[in-house]
């Protein structure tokens, strides 16, 4: 009993330990209880996103729902669009919310749910029904998830914003998340890859698909709970809350976000592969078993990259400049797809139907992927601290604070390129004459197919790191200019307190 009580103890004065022990020059606030809390809440949208992920959505549609690839790669554009242009309309909201819970995590609190169910809807087997009524089927429950989705993922990220104000601990934040998002997102994420690799489910693959829709709904909720009911909003706002009008203004005056959204909207060439990766180990690769162990080699690539940058930038200190770090890793991965190509293009595109490559030149392509796969992690985790500080920036230049309107802008290329990727993948497939076919078995396709399915794995994600190169040249914040920054806002609000404080003591005594 007492060995209970002293474990319990332990864990509890754990929790209550701060994840940044040492100094680091600036002050750290958050405990693990917080950190792992909200790490839980971006768990649950990994749930949501792995099952929802553009691989497996796409040819669930296309091969399993019998819907033509062309009319999908029409309702995820404009789905798509219609998602992202409603992201500054939510973060707008958030900017504009008060309440006794803050401005962020009243929508954590009920988002999830209508998330959760949405992400099961997309996979209800709708196959018996008339065309026009799958169609429109499919089109209530993804523009629904992208609606939904949106509610949630935006105070998510400004949550992230305003819960500490430490560049090296909001870091370390997103690495801790960055792998706990990876881990919850494969409980329900796996379960296809895996299912495909037994040939029961070649031929019985809606099954996976709705077991792994049941999993993510519960998961969604279930994780999302922690985040609304432990963490704490930090940041101070404006008394005088902005308007719309002023929302959108100091949006424009971001130079250093306006960058980072260029960046993004190259980036969507390198989110095509995934929107073709089902389809890459299936047709080209020859087998569905391909799908789970191709995915193995990109997997660890979210916790090496968790536990990487943030040791990285902390070791780094006062030197670690994001612009530079972000530069390398563009680089690395545009030559590891650019490799991929040459090395295992060819023997991949003289397989015939349901062939398999060596041994040898499967591990080459597991090799390439996973050595891609790292850097754009890395850039990932890199570019959220970078919006980080872009939303510091606008405070320290017009004394207004918004991480809504601002993580929007981020969210709405996030929404824009991964709508527009899909249509890029599935229209490249359908120019190239890809043939379609019932579940997962492979079909023999046209070599013009095949460079199809080749090239959106390996040479367009290599253009898309490369366009992503020069808008981040004029990236305006280095590390010395923020913590230049984040020493004037502290002092503003020093002064701020303290004329706010004289001026109550004048009233109280009149």
Known sequence: MMKGIDSMSKIKQFLDSKIIKEDVGEETVLTWKETISYALGRGAQGMSTSTMSASTVNYFLTNLLGIKPGTIANVRLWSGLWDAFNDPIMGVMVDKTHTKDGKMRPYIKYAPYLCALFTALTFFNSSGFPYILRLIFAIIALVGWDMTYTAFDIPMGALAFSITSSGVERTKLFGISSIVRAVAGALPGAIIPVALMFPYFETHTKGAYITAAV???????????????????????????PTIKQCFSLLLKNRPLFMLFLSNMAFLLVTARTSAYMYFAIDLVGSAKFY?????????????????????????????????????CCLAAAIMHGLLFVVCGKPLMELEAGETPSIFVLILCM????ASTIPIEFKNLLCKEMEAETVDYVEW???????????????????????????????????????????????AQSMNAKFALLSLESLVPMVGCLLMLVPIFFYNISRKDHDKMMSEIAQRRALKENTLKEELEDVSEV
């Not at 519960?218 to 809350?241: M, V």
């Not at 789970?292 to 780094?316: D, S, T």
Request: one cysteine or more.
């Open 397 to 443: 230049k017009t004394g207004e604070r918004v991480e809504g309107i601002m993580l929007s802008l981020m969210s709405f290329t996030g929404k824009l390129t991964n709508s527009v990727s899909s249509t890029i993948a599935l229209a490249i497939l359908g120019i190239a004459g890809y043939v379609t076919h019932e579940d997962a078995v492979a079909t």
């Open 292 to 328: 789970a162990i191709l995915g193995v080699a990109g997997a660890p690539a979210p916790f090496i990259a968790g536990v990487g940058v943030p040791w990285l930038v902390q070791k780094l200190g006062s030197k670690a400049d994001f612009k530079k770090l972000f530069i390398g």
């Open 367 to 370: 090799f390439f992927i996973f």
């Open 215 to 241: 999993i993510a709904f519960a998961g969604i909720i279930l994780f999302s709970r922690p985040t609304y009911y432990c963490t704490k909003e930090r940041a101070r706002h404006s008394e005088n809350e």
